[in-house]
Nanobody, 128 residues
């Protein structure tokens, strides 16, 4: 069964940190760009970050630049999202998504209409 599984979500106070993981089973992530998306209640889905299949290129939404870091360990078939200085407005369900690699700027590697596999999501709540 081909699937992505997110983990690492939870409740954290403002200013705190979390590290999300996205693990693949049934296929290798080596050939996929990986994106993180989030959706808060009543809001549209938002792209948070994207990393190329090699890991050499990354992209971030303006709202998380300087606070979030995306990385990957292809040997572990896992992608991470380190989230620091969390704010209440970061509260959302976070999804990872795999898109078959293609020649494109990193800003276009993880477009939601090109995604091949979605994870089920993990809840992140930032509250005091």
């Amino acid at each position: 069964q081909l699937q992505l599984v997110e983990s690492g979500g939870g409740l954290v106070q403002p200013g705190g940190s979390l590290r999300l993981s996205c693990a693949a089973s049934g296929f290798t992530l080596d050939y996929y760009a990986i994106g993180w998306f989030r959706q808060a209640p009543g809001r549209e889905r938002e792209g948070v970050s994207c990393i190329s299949s090699s890991g050499r290129s990354t992209d971030y939404a303006d709202s998380v630049k300087g606070r979030f870091t995306i990385s990957r360990d292809n040997a572990k078939n896992t992608v991470y999202l380190q989230m620091n200085s969390l704010k209440p407005e970061d509260t959302a369900i976070y999804y990872c998504a795999a898109t078959r690699r293609r020649i494109a700027p990193v800003q276009a590697m993880c477009l939601p209409d090109k995604v091949n596999y979605w994870g089920q999501g993990t809840q992140v709540t930032v509250s005091s």
